[in-house]
């Protein structure tokens, strides 16, 4: 071919050659950055990086705490609820308590509870351990230890101050018989608070499913009592229980655990079935005026772990044991377990009964918090503990009783509940003596519930369970 047919070709100017050249290793070090930026994210979790895992879609970093948001993705993991249970221990009603609610003709607890009422009303929903018989005063009078029977009102003036259940089945629920049992529940409903422990009937259920924020909770609630062979009667506080009433109370032996065992597993396939995404145990057992557990409350507990029981508190030692988190034998479960919360209120005091540590005159508030996401678990993702103490004032026929929330967050006790030397030094005591039994395992439980929660936020790209 001649060269008059060949087409003309155009050279780059010295200066277009250096703009490609650099435009080459510009894009080429843009490569390198994107690649760099890749692989750093598959080992960095900071706020300003996007993980992207093979097959799968971009998964944000965020606090556990919040929640996931995943920018567009079809796999989003978002909290979609959250439910707080407060439950608070033994509510006994000596004489000297009841006496103190004389108001006119009639009587109110309110004042009891005035210092608590905020914690319990900020609660999304609040629980605590009638420990009494509300029995009336047709042929009978109001009673303390050992067969307790208090006026209606100690159930309005519960409702009125933010509860919203009072547990029934303790070893002084049948202290008036059957009659006392039944009239008890009548007048607690009748106030607005939901019941457990006990029913008017055996065709009612044994436990309850409760909508708490969005989160249906499970709730049953055990004492334990001595059952005889036939397994149809038991004695509890000493009392032989008829026939009739037989199945209206939730016991367990010490001495028959698997029957125990049996009914927990078949009840909580009851609760499943019901729409349960969480599980709670309120149970009275232990040995009273005893700071630690019983090897028996371990068994019991380790066992509720395995059946699936998410929270466990526990009342009846008239004292506070410690705070615990369980695993279950296979490791897949775990369990919270307050195994005594001590008491709420009672007239145990260190100058008139056998126990003179002061133990008695303690207790807590456990509010515990359930955290639902939208993959459908459900967690228990926070506890707290709040110190209370029973302050008395006056004497004898003149004596009254509040529950103070010991709360560290409150500048000046003495101010602020109007206390006296002496009673502001019984507060501060009654704080060291809980501080001494629950702090280190508190700080423990809290410590495993974060590091979970965090395992659960960092593994959310690469198993279905999401955050919970």
Same mark, same amino acid.
């Given at each position: 071919m001649s060269n008059e047919h060949r087409p003309n070709r155009r050279r780059l100017t010295p200066g277009a050659k250096f703009l490609l050249s650099a435009a080459a290793v510009i894009f080429l070090l843009f490569l390198s950055g994107f690649a760099f930026r890749y692989c750093l994210s598959l080992f960095v979790v900071g706020d300003e990086y996007l993980i992207h895992l093979p097959g799968r879609d971009p998964i944000a970093h965020v606090d556990p705490n919040q929640g996931l948001d995943v920018f567009g993705s079809s796999n989003t993991v978002t909290q979609t609820g959250r439910a707080t249970i407060l439950a608070a221990g033994d509510l006994m009603t000596h004489l000297p308590i009841v006496r103190s609610g004389a108001a006119g003709t009639g009587y109110s607890f309110e004042? +009891? @509870?005035? !210092? /608590?009422?905020?914690? $319990?009303?900020?609660?999304?929903?609040?629980?605590?351990?009638?420990? =009494?018989? %509300?029995?009336? =005063?047709?042929? &009978?009078?109001?009673?303390?230890?050992? &067969?307790?029977?208090?006026?209606?009102?100690?159930?309005?003036?519960?409702?009125? /101050?933010? @509860?919203?259940?009072? %547990? =029934?089945?303790?070893n002084h629920c049948y202290d008036y018989g059957a009659a006392g049992l039944l009239r008890t529940l009548d007048v607690i409903q009748n106030a607005g608070l939901d019941t457990l422990g006990t029913i008017s009937s055996v065709e009612e259920p044994r436990y309850i499913v409760k909508e708490i924020n969005g989160i249906k909770v499970g709730m049953v609630n055990y004492t334990y009592a001595d059952i005889k062979d036939d397994r149809n009667t038991f004695v509890i506080n000493?009392?032989? /229980?008829?026939? &009739?009433?037989?199945? %209206? +109370?939730? $016991? @367990?032996? !010490?001495?028959?655990l698997d029957l125990f065992y049996n009914e927990m597993e078949n009840h909580i396939?009851?609760?499943?079935?019901?729409?349960a995404e969480a599980i709670v145990l309120f149970i009275h057992w232990g040995d009273q005026f005893s700071v630690n557990p019983s090897s028996t409350q371990e068994i019991i507990a380790r066992k509720m772990c395995d059946l699936g029981v998410d929270v466990i508190a526990g009342s009846h030692p008239h004292v506070i044991q410690p705070i615990v988190q369980l695993t279950s034998t296979d490791g897949k479960h775990q369990t919270l377990c307050m195994y005594s919360m001590g008491n709420f209120l009672s007239n145990q005091r260190a100058d008139n009964i056998a126990l003179e540590t002061g133990h008695s005159e303690d207790g807590l508030m456990f509010s515990f918090t359930f955290v639902e996401y939208s993959n459908g678990e459900v967690h228990v993702e926070f506890v707290d503990l709040m110190p209370t103490w029973v302050l008395?004032?006056?004497?004898?026929?003149? &004596?009254? @009783?509040? +529950?103070?929330?010991?709360? /560290?967050? $409150?500048?000046?006790?003495?101010?602020? !509940?109007?206390?006296?030397?002496?009673q502001a030094a019984n507060a501060n005591k009654s704080l060291e003596r809980t501080n001494a039994l629950i702090y280190h395992s508190l700080n423990a439980v809290k410590s495993q519930l974060q590091q979970q929660m965090g395992e659960r936020g960092h593994t959310l790209g690469t198993f279905t369970g999401g955050v919970g």
């Open positions: 004042n +009891i @509870f005035q !210092y /608590v009422s905020p914690y $319990i009303a900020s609660a999304d929903y609040a629980v605590v351990n009638l420990e =009494t018989t %509300l029995a009336g =005063t047709d042929g &009978k009078e109001y009673t303390g230890y050992p &067969k307790f029977n208090a006026p209606d009102a100690i159930a309005s003036s519960a409702y009125h /101050v933010g @509860f919203d259940m009072m %547990l =029934t089945a303790n000493d009392m032989q /229980v008829d026939g &009739k009433s037989a199945g %209206l +109370i939730n $016991i @367990f032996d !010490y001495a028959n396939s009851g609760m499943r079935a019901a729409g008395v004032r006056g004497s004898d026929s003149s &004596k009254s @009783f509040q +529950i103070l929330p010991l709360d /560290v967050e $409150i500048e000046d006790w003495n101010e602020v !509940y109007s206390l006296d030397g002496d």
